[in-house]
């Protein structure tokens, strides 16, 4: 089967149900309306054993518990709660899934949760609150997790094509990242960094993990109407597209997906075996896409690494 912009969840779901049967799956940020809820439900087509659902609200995820546990009762759900804005929470959380995990390893943890282009704030500890949310508080669950080695095959890492943008613009951030205490705040520029984060913890993770058979993915799920983009104003809007012609003259409004079809980018990278050659990679549209969309921005990878380690306090070694 050829995948592509119209390819559902479920399709890819029942394509490899076997990498689906009997398995551990964390995903952040499920809340119902979101592809993160949609991944979770098109998973259970297929009789995972467990589920772990990280979020920071049992009271918005519950109508998803119930939605599982209802169609499919022999699949275990647990819920953690995790808030990639706050650090302790995070490394709260990450102790609570060894908890429950007693010894089992986790097969796939997709890292769904994200916030974009919201109005300037600061997370618990500090830190703006897109890159805080969508890369710092990922990069330490993430290495948490592997630390405690809870992660047996894969690491999905849902990106946004904004990490597209030219390395001049998506970085520009890392010279300071308070955005001068939010008088240079740019929400665009702060969603754009933050996603571009991703890609690139991705690709050094995926080499750190070579030698342990770890499979790191990052991607982008296309544009899907969900309650992410809440703080996406007519005005916002007109002004991200904007920028984004002046950029690339070329540059068309993306197609809207459904829930289904935007879940199917991360499904293929958290299921597929024929990627695991292809770690460090990003996918669209369900295919591994050229590298040339990240051109120049190799060049921050480890400056991304380095300065994140320093803003949760810990160095981590795989």
């Not at 943008?165 to 205490?181: N, W």
């Not at 982008?220 to 992410?228: D, E, F, K, R, V």
């Not at 950029?247 to 990627?275: H, Y």
Request: some cysteine; charged content about 20%; overall charge negative.
């Amino acid at each position: 089967m050829a995948f592509g912009f119209s390819t559902t969840g479920d399709e890819i779901v029942d394509t490899f149900k076997d990498q689906v049967y009997g398995k551990t799956f964390l995903i952040t940020g499920p809340t119902p309306g979101g592809i993160g809820a949609e991944t979770a439900l098109s998973l259970t087509r297929a009789n995972p054993k467990h589920l772990i659902l990280a979020g920071r609200s049992q009271q918005k995820i519950q109508p998803l518990i119930d939605q599982i546990s209802k169609a499919s009762p022999s699949v275990k759900i647990s819920f953690v709660q995790l808030d990639l804005g706050s650090l302790q929470s995070v490394r709260n959380a990450a102790g609570e899934v060894k908890a429950i995990q007693a010894g089992d390893k986790i097969d796939v943890v997709i890292l769904n949760a994200a916030v974009m282009a919201c109005p300037y704030s600061l997370t618990a500890d500090g830190i703006e609150s897109q890159f805080g949310t969508n890369h710092l508080g990922h990069f330490l669950f993430g290495n948490l997790l592997l630390k405690e080695d809870l992660v047996r095959s894969r690491i999905v890492l849902v990106g946004s094509s904004a990490s597209e943008r030219k390395a001049e613009y998506a970085f520009a951030p890392l010279k300071d990242i308070s955005y001068d205490h939010g008088k240079s705040y740019d929400p665009i520029q702060a969603y754009t960094f933050s996603k571009s984060c991703n890609n690139l913890y991705a690709k050094r993770l995926a080499k750190a993990l070579k030698p342990n058979g770890i499979t790191v993915l990052s991607l982008n799920p296309g544009s899907i109407a969900t309650n992410l983009q809440g703080h996406m104003t007519a005005e916002v809007r007109s002004i991200a597209i904007e920028a984004a012609k002046k950029e690339n003259p070329d540059f068309e409004i993306p197609e809207r997906k459904t829930l289904q079809q935007g879940a199917s980018t991360q499904l293929r990278a958290a299921l597929d075996p024929s990627l695991e050659p292809e770690s460090g990679a990003y996918l669209d549209h369900c295919q591994v896409k050229q590298p040339a969309v990240h051109a120049g921005h190799g060049a921050f990878e480890d400056e991304v690494w380095e300065v994140s380690e320093q803003l949760v306090g810990e160095q981590f070694a795989f």
